[in-house]
Nanobody, 122 residues
């Protein structure tokens, strides 16, 4: 069992930056791939980024490639999402999730956090 808690969301102006954190409980965090997803109002949840268990493989959605970076610290049971050059269309609730293997498919993730709101003003 893994419990995930996101933090770091907030209101930021376009062009600004935020860093989201996702703290995990449980001794098996380092064995899980971690993903970031987001959901804007009236839209489906979409893949943002993912990182494998060791942190040496990372994947990004085209819409955030070059602006967002995900990383993890297994000693701290935490995964991060650094978001730069934010745009109004990045506004959404951001979720972290844990899966047995790195993937961009939400249905393959077993554990989810409660989400943190990111709002980008124009």
């Amino acid at each position: 069992q893994v419990q995930l808690v996101e933090s770091g969301g907030g209101l930021v102006q376009a062009g600004g930056s935020l860093r989201l954190s996702c703290a995990a409980s449980g001794r098996t965090f380092s064995t899980y791939a971690m993903g970031w997803f987001r959901q804007a109002p009236a839209k489906e949840r979409e893949f943002v980024a993912a990182i494998n268990w060791s942190g040496d493989r990372r994947y990004y959605a085209d819409s955030v490639e070059g602006r967002f970076t995900t990383s993890r610290d297994n000693a701290k049971n935490t995964v991060y999402l650094r978001m730069n050059s934010l745009k109004p269309e990045d506004t959404a609730v951001y979720y972290c999730a844990a899966a047995a293997a790195v993937t961009s498919v939400a249905q393959t993730y077993d554990y989810w956090g409660q989400g943190t709101q990111v709002t980008v003003s124009s």
